[in-house]
């Protein structure tokens, strides 16, 4: 059974601080995806991670993939309060289609 | 549409009754996903299409759920004799699976079931 892990499940941090979120699966996947999900909102795509290596940037969001570790991470470089959200990563097992999400990193960033 | 429509967005039952959730995938998309969100919670896999089959029903949580696709398009979502441990945001998703795509996910808005 695919396990996807991430912390932590809660972060509270002052603006212009800087953080990581990190993102632990349990089975091969060369793919990852992370997204946004602002208070009762659906989910908004943020990066997209297709093999091992893969770093992708928008803004102060930075998002890594290291496929041999099976961990993902996402920087935050100089918090706004405007990034306050929760974060969701996801997992395609490698031959499948089923799409297994974290636990989720609900962030708040205080002005 | 432009993007994946949930229909609808709120429901609110007794217990013992059955609901149908429905999902319009973006156009051209073959894949179809629905998704189980409780309150603060994290997303629970029910069950995803290819085209018109199942391929993967093993998210499904009892036999009161069952889901289909006609068409290669709309999905419905059926819950029989709702409980309250059914209350949850049911979201959908849609993605458009090839060699050369990405395979990103795209959700709707999600359909709000409360029973009571």
């Known amino acids: 059974e695919l396990k996807v892990e991430q912390n932590p499940l809660f972060l509270s941090m002052q603006e212009g601080k800087n953080y990581t979120i990190y993102c632990n699966y349990s089975?091969?996947?060369?793919?990852l995806y992370w997204y946004r999900q602002d208070p009762g909102k659906s989910l908004e795509s943020l990066f997209v991670?297709?093999?091992?290596?893969a770093v992708k940037q928008e803004g102060r969001l930075m998002a890594s993939l290291d496929t041999k570790a099976r961990l993902s991470t996402l920087h935050i470089t100089a918090a706004v309060h405007d990034l306050s959200a929760t974060y969701f990563c996801?997992?395609?097992?490698?031959?499948?289609?089923?799409?297994?999400f974290g636990t989720g990193t609900r962030l708040k960033v205080l002005a | 549409g432009a993007g994946v429509s949930q229909s609808p967005s709120n429901k609110v039952t007794e217990k013992g009754k059955d609901v149908e959730l429905r999902c319009d995938p973006i156009?051209?998309?073959?894949?179809l996903y629905w998704y189980r969100q409780s309150l603060g919670q994290g997303l629970e896999f029910l069950i995803y299409?290819?085209?018109?089959?199942?391929?993967?029903k093993s998210g499904l949580p009892s036999d009161r759920f069952s889901a289909e696709r006609t068409g290669g398009s709309v999905s419905t979502l059926t819950i029989q004799r709702t409980q309250q441990e059914d209350s949850a945001v049911y979201l959908c998703a849609s993605s458009r699976l090839s060699g050369l795509n990405t395979g990103e996910l795209f959700f709707g808005e999600g359909s709000r079931l409360t029973v009571l």
């Open positions: 991670l297709l093999s091992n290596g």
């Open positions: 299409f290819q085209g018109n089959s199942a391929p993967d």
């Open positions: 156009s051209g998309h073959t894949a």
């Open positions: 996801a997992v395609v097992r490698s031959g499948t289609y089923k799409y297994i």
């Open positions: 089975t091969t996947s060369d793919r």
